[in-house]
């Protein structure tokens, strides 16, 4: 009876969520105090009732209740036990419920971690949360239940498919779901500030920790999953433009550019309107993402979903929610004030620039995205819009972008003047100058790509260190003296550099070849030779492999030996690709095993990828300094204030 438990969790949970949505909404619009004190037990409920919900899937995968038919679908009794824990993600439905888990876990948070809000705030934040909730789960229970049962029950199962069945099945899910549903909770500030109309510094200064959180996980899931596609997929490829991996892309662009909208809200007390609408926008897209995603609309590897009425669902809640926050938003938005004027030449200036820069490239993506989808749709032919397209539009956008990120940070609020300005950049203006012309010769050739990218990641790397220097010099205090905040900014501004130095020389140097190869044969990548020593049967818990064997080398000294392999799962016919990768933090080689081609010869392809790794510690970085920026001291203070109520009510709490 664990699945009917699940299942009458889930109807529970949709209830209390109407509640929480409703109650808190109207209590704190009324100054109800006891409604407005039932948002905080009520998400605690939400929670606990997901969890209960999400357990007994769990349970089910683990127990291979194949009477289940989600579990049928998605699992085999070969399969080993934590794929069958992470399977309960791996589908359509179960990710569903991960989904909630994460929604309701967020609005736990929120409940816990605000005390020092006042009352109201947090009911009409939690409120909100408790009406997206309810969409999802009206979702789920309508057109996407997990716990159906499959009568009678199968002997065996499917199988999860084989290309999830690796580690980054585990972590690259829940990850990315932190990250989009955690801009629900900036989404959710935005409306309450709307709702109570008190779109001021100190809101921006409840939602920066919770937007900042959301973008940290979003960027360690698409980094993740960026890592799983290049060594699982062995195309040898760290980012591909595919439409699914955009969905998640586009919301982190807008993301970036709310996170430092919400920087100046609370500084300078400007950009309200425009904050709030990056944060409806955040969400919003991330919304589009799970759409594109679950409606059948995309063939991708990361798609879950083929059904049209699914689509239909989510696009409706997608237009709900949308539609009513940008209704909300037209109606309040006049009533806002201007805000703290500002210098063309300022912070100010210079955030709102880059911000303008990162929402045109967040456009770009989804046009190159949506519009062959359109075309389609509307029986206009088909369209393919793929790297080419992206690149020529995307990093030009990018280029002054980059350019800024050095310049923003040390320019002051309200105005700052030019020679200041070039006296504290000429340093980092020489450095990016001689290291973009220089390094291209150290590495074997020239060319202007990798010049420009080499240049501006030493340009950002450079001002970093330079503001570091004159901030310890002016505090006259240590490193680790300066506020969190800002160590966290110049952290993540650091892993851009090194994110774009990795993607410059990975582009700029690459090579690739697709060899037919005998036994003993050699082949040479990037200055070391590879010997083919042939292929051999192998068998894991739930699959038989060809391995290769290849010898790598280098100035005929012997380093490791690397074995890609071909697998064959027992309940598939597709077979599945293993790379075999050695690395050393400045490159890769990178092999894939193809097919036989008779005779004991198989195809390899080989890769030499210099500084590959750059990319995603870069990644790590910048959430590294998400993850400090959000452990400031300011955000962690715990002061009892005065609940809002609307006027005339006269009630605190």
């Not at 006042?118 to 789920?140: E, K």
């Not at 012309?437 to 970093?464: D, H, K, N, T």
Request: hydrophobic letters at 55%.
């Amino acid at each position: 009876m664990l699945p009917e438990l699940g299942h009458f969790s889930l109807i529970l949970t949709l209830f209390v969520a109407l509640a929480q949505g409703g109650l808190s909404l109207v209590g704190a619009a009324r100054g109800k105090l006891a409604w407005i004190a039932f948002a905080r037990p009520a998400a605690r409920i939400q929670f606990l009732l997901i969890a209960i919900s999400f357990a007994t899937l769990a349970w089910s995968f683990f127990a291979n209740d194949f009477s289940v038919l989600y579990v049928a679908r998605n699992s085999n009794s070969q399969l080993p036990w934590f794929y069958r824990i992470a399977a309960t993600w791996g589908g359509h439905e179960g990710s569903l419920l991960l989904w909630l888990l994460m929604q309701t876990g967020w609005a736990y948070a929120v409940s816990v971690f605000s005390r020092q809000l006042p009352n109201a705030m947090v009911a009409r934040v939690l409120g909100v949360l408790g009406l997206v909730t309810a969409g999802f789960l009206l979702f789920v229970l309508f057109t996407s239940n997990p716990f159906e049962r499959l009568i009678p029950a199968a002997k065996n199962g499917l199988d999860l498919n084989p290309l999830l069945q690796d580690v980054g099945l585990i972590f690259h899910p829940p990850l990315l779901y932190m990250g989009y549903v955690g801009f629900s909770v900036a989404f959710a500030f935005a409306i309450a500030a709307l709702l109570a109309g008190q779109l001021d510094a100190a809101w921006a200064r409840w939602s920066r920790p919770w937007a900042t959180a959301a973008w940290l996980f979003l960027t360690l899931g698409i980094a993740l999953g960026s890592w799983w596609a290049y060594y699982e997929l062995g195309w040898g490829g760290w980012w591909f433009w595919d439409p699914v991996e955009n969905s998640s892309f586009i919301p982190w662009l807008v993301g970036t550019a709310l996170i430092h909208s919400l920087a100046v809200t609370e500084k300078r007390n400007s950009f309200k309107s425009w904050t709030v609408l990056l944060a409806i926008s955040t969400f919003s897209l991330s919304l589009l993402g799970a759409f594109l995603v679950r409606s059948g609309v995309l063939t991708s590897v990361h798609a879950f979903a083929t059904d049209p009425r699914r689509g239909v669902f989510i696009l409706m809640l997608f237009t709900a929610v949308t539609g009513s926050s940008l209704l909300l938003f037209a109606l309040r938005a006049p009533k806002v004030g201007m805000g703290g004027r500002f210098a063309l030449i300022s912070r100010e200036s210079f955030l709102l620039i880059n911000n303008i820069l990162l929402v045109v490239a967040a456009g770009a993506v989804i046009l190159g995205t949506l519009y062959p989808l359109i075309l389609d749709a509307l029986g206009l032919g088909k369209l393919s819009v793929g790297p080419p397209y992206f690149n020529a539009v995307f990093v030009p956008l990018m280029v002054p972008a980059l350019l800024l990120m050095a310049i923003g940070p040390i320019a002051n609020w309200k105005t700052a003047k030019i020679p200041a300005l070039i006296k504290q950049l000429q340093s980092p203006a020489w450095i990016a100058l001689i290291v973009g012309a220089s390094m291209p010769f150290l590495l074997g050739r020239w060319s202007v790509p990798v010049a420009l990218g080499v240049a501006l990641a030493s340009w950002i790397a450079a001002a970093v260190i330079t503001s570091v220097i004159q901030r310890m010099k002016a505090t006259r205090s240590g490193l680790l003296a300066q506020p969190r905040s800002w160590l966290g900014m110049q952290l993540a501004h650091l892993g851009i550099a090194v994110f774009v130095v990795g993607v410059t020389l990975v582009t700029g140097y690459e090579t690739e070849q697709d060899l037919r190869m005998m036994p003993g044969s050699t082949a040479s990548a990037g200055g070391y030779e590879l010997t083919f020593k042939g292929v051999s049967k192998a068998k894991g818990m739930n699959y038989e492999a060809e391995v290769g064997e290849l010898l790598l080398s280098r100035n005929g000294q012997f380093l490791r030996s690397l074995h890609p392999e071909k697998r064959d799962y027992f309940s598939s016919d597709m077979p599945v690709s293993e790379a075999a990768i050695d690395a050393n933090g400045l490159r890769h080689v990178y092999v894939s095993l193809g097919e036989p081609l008779g005779d004991g010869a198989w195809s390899v392809r080989i890769y030499y990828k210099p500084f590959v790794d750059w990319i995603w510690i870069g990644c790590i970085l910048m959430a590294l300094g998400g993850l400090l920026a959000i452990s400031d001291r300011r955000y962690r203070l715990k002061r009892r204030q005065k609940c809002s109520v609307p006027a005339g009510k006269g009630v605190t709490s």
